[in-house]
């Protein structure tokens, strides 16, 4: 793949709201995407559309949000409208969209409503690559032809200091599992209702006391909680890998990052949702065996979850491409 994709990048669009994306906080996957793709010196970009063999469409939903939405209205049609826009820009200008019906075009959102928004157009919602974190198959999110993003949460931009370093492999955690966060969409909820100030090797807050370090609770714990919000990603998955904590994703529907290519049950636990109640118990019965092969699954994948400036071989920016570059493998372009 390094040595042959090409990415054409449509420089049609103004700042901020093409070109341009969040490279901090919770949306940070979206932005630094589409600033490495910007690069004039970017190895898998290419001037020429016609030696591409996918197109990016470099919008960001997150900076729509911002820009074009009206708080509290939750009217997305703006939103809707600018991509239908773009869309009809490109396809009127150059022949590839009109080509493929857009199969060999992409886009890319860590943004809730990314999904919502690629609805402006037919097309791109049910022909394209559309990269997003929000990746819920009951919700249209289709794995064969989309792809799942991590969500990754940096605070200014950085990696937190302390999950730069986790203890070394054979240090004891004394907790067994770890959650704080708020109680958002169906499934937090429940967790709390069984847990929350129930058992004293399951810290389960629904917001952390401000006298108590969330970073040291990920690198104490075995386990960490990662229930879906409103949405079905979180951003707690990645802080579990950098901090060497077997993720337990808590989520329906939810196609995980990567999983085209990274096997997921090698450094995580999925529980259903139905059986949180049992969540002790399924957790204690993992034994110290599996336990060490888990966390030496963690440490093989990290590099893969990880937003490298600039952008490293096996770094979320390669993931990606590898990962579009998979799917237009299996697009048949007359």
């Not at 939103?79 to 396809?91: G, H, T």
């Not at 409503?113 to 999110?141: D, K």
């Not at 979320?316 to 998979?326: A, E, G």
């Given at each position: 793949?390094?040595?042959?994709?090409?990415?054409?990048v449509?420089?049609?669009?103004?700042?901020p709201?093409?070109?341009?994306?969040?490279?901090?906080?919770?949306?940070?996957?979206e932005?630094?995407?589409?600033?490495?793709?910007?690069?004039?010196?970017?190895?898998?970009?290419?001037?020429?559309?016609?030696a591409?063999?996918?197109?990016?469409?470099?919008f960001?939903v997150?900076?729509?949000?911002r820009?074009?939405?009206?708080?509290?209205?939750?009217?997305v049609?703006?939103?809707?409208?600018?991509?239908?826009?773009?869309?009809?820009?490109?396809?009127?200008?150059?022949?590839?969209?009109?080509?493929?019906?857009?199969?060999?075009?992409?886009?890319?959102?860590?943004?809730?409503?990314?999904?919502?928004?690629?609805?402006?157009?037919?097309?791109?919602?049910?022909?394209?690559?559309?990269?997003?974190?929000?990746?819920n198959?009951?919700?249209?999110?289709?794995?064969?032809k989309?792809?799942?993003?991590?969500?990754?949460?940096?605070?200014?931009?950085?990696?937190?200091?302390?999950?730069?370093?986790?203890?070394?492999?054979?240090?004891s955690?004394?907790?067994?599992?770890?959650?704080?966060?708020?109680?958002?969409?169906?499934?937090?909820?429940?967790?709390?209702?069984?847990?929350?100030?129930?058992?004293?090797?399951?810290?389960?807050?629904?917001?952390?006391?401000?006298?108590?370090?969330?970073?040291?609770?990920?690198?104490?714990?075995r386990?960490?909680?990662?229930?879906?919000?409103?949405?079905?990603?979180?951003?707690?998955?990645?802080?579990?890998?950098?901090?060497?904590?077997?993720?337990?994703?808590?989520?329906?529907?939810?196609?995980?990052?990567?999983?085209?290519?990274?096997?997921?049950?090698?450094?995580?636990i999925?529980?259903?949702?139905?059986?949180?109640?049992?969540?002790?118990?399924?957790?204690?019965?993992?034994?110290?065996?599996?336990?060490?092969?888990?966390?030496?699954?963690?440490?093989?994948?990290?590099?893969?979850?990880?937003?490298?400036?600039?952008?490293?071989?096996?770094?979320?920016?390669?993931?990606?491409?590898?990962?579009?570059?998979?799917?237009?493998?299996?697009?048949?372009?007359?």
């Amino acid at each position: 793949m390094e040595r042959r994709f090409k990415v054409y990048v449509y420089e049609e669009g103004e700042l901020p709201l093409v070109h341009d994306g969040p490279c901090k906080n919770i949306y940070t996957s979206e932005g630094r995407f589409i600033h490495e793709m910007e690069k004039s010196n970017n190895k898998f970009r290419t001037r020429n559309p016609e030696a591409a063999h996918v197109y990016f469409m470099p919008f960001s939903v997150t900076w729509m949000v911002r820009y074009l939405y009206q708080p509290n209205t939750y009217n997305v049609t703006p939103l809707k409208e600018f991509v239908s826009d773009y869309v009809r820009i490109i396809s009127r200008k150059h022949s590839f969209w009109n080509k493929t019906q857009g199969a060999d075009h992409f886009m890319v959102s860590c943004h809730d409503w990314g999904p919502m928004t690629s609805q402006g157009n037919a097309f791109l919602y049910n022909t394209s690559i559309r990269v997003l974190c929000n990746a819920n198959s009951s919700e249209g999110f289709n794995p064969k032809k989309d792809v799942s993003l991590p969500e990754i949460h940096l605070y200014g931009g950085k990696v937190p200091s302390k999950l730069l370093h986790p203890p070394p492999f054979n240090s004891s955690r004394p907790l067994l599992a770890f959650f704080a966060g708020g109680v958002h969409g169906p499934i937090r909820p429940i967790l709390l209702q069984h847990w929350k100030n129930r058992d004293s090797d399951i810290r389960v807050y629904e917001y952390l006391p401000k006298d108590l370090d969330y970073y040291n609770f990920l690198l104490q714990s075995r386990f960490c909680l990662c229930p879906s919000g409103y949405e079905v990603a979180s951003p707690r998955i990645v802080e579990a890998i950098y901090a060497e904590c077997i993720p337990v994703i808590l989520s329906d529907h939810y196609v995980l990052p990567f999983s085209d290519v990274l096997r997921w049950e090698a450094f995580s636990i999925q529980v259903e949702v139905s059986k949180i109640p049992r969540l002790k118990e399924i957790l204690m019965a993992v034994s110290e065996d599996e336990y060490r092969r888990l966390k030496e699954g963690l440490r093989a994948v990290r590099r893969h979850f990880v937003l490298n400036k600039p952008a490293k071989r096996f770094d979320v920016f390669h993931m990606i491409l590898h990962s579009v570059w998979l799917r237009r493998l299996n697009l048949r372009v007359g």
